[in-house]
């Protein structure tokens, strides 16, 4: 499969960002060398309607992500160019967008994984692997019940604990995957195909685990009928391209083109 898309790119709007050149003019030209077709914006958002910011996230508001809008160029070189957000899932119901503000939006990815924003996403107390494999599902369950996301990124990636990917993972069943990946299925909400969970896809044979553990997750979601999207997680310049090199994992999980997100969006 060749991979025309990247749906996951963030600018130096994010503050996790700090590279001057993740700025929209450059990423298209990027995105174009490349041979992308197809880009999203996705800066981390957390919309001020909505109580209980982090500090991290206090600044990162609808007007601050707005920003963007007057940075793309208006040549955008035959590429389409999609504003979405990455917004957050605290647990019990808190999410980070309200359901007015998705209409600003192209699309929304909620993560369920942000596990390295302690006392926030997760708990300041320390966690088990167990206790993070069943947060994990539970997340992903709850943020679908919501009926906001469009889209999962990085699904049951535990960010901030990729030495112990493969151990936390270890204690989800297979029918945990099936029960969440059948719901994204119903709800056509989309899965992310990252090059955060392909060590090989960014030029690493192991990262703290191997490209095999996501290949299977995956492929039961493929199994499950879900809706599939790539996306490189960019936060520099440099990394705009990475995606391409998914194309032999989504040749290996079996995504079929008609399984691809953009058909729907
Ligand atoms: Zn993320
Ligand atoms: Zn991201």
Known sequence: MIIDHDLHIHTNLSSCSNDPDAIPSKIIKKARKNGLKTIG????????TVPGASGWYKGQDFTHVS????????DKEGIDVLIG???EYCGGGKIGISKARVEEFDYVLVPISHFHMK????PDTNLSFEDMANLLVERFIEVLQLDIATAIPHPFYPVGY??????????VEDNAFYDCFNMAADKKVGIEVSNVMFPGSRGKKYDGFHDETFLRILSIARECGCMFYFGSDAHELDSIGLVKNLGPYAQRIGIAEKQLMLNIL
């Open 41 to 48: 914006f996705c800066d981390h958002f957390w919309d001020e």
């Open 67 to 74: 920003l963007i809008r007057n940075q793309i160029p208006r």
């Open 85 to 87: 957000c990455e917004t």
């Open 119 to 122: 006392g926030f996403v997760v």
């Open 162 to 171: 990729t030495q112990y990917v493969d151990e936390i993972l270890s204690y």
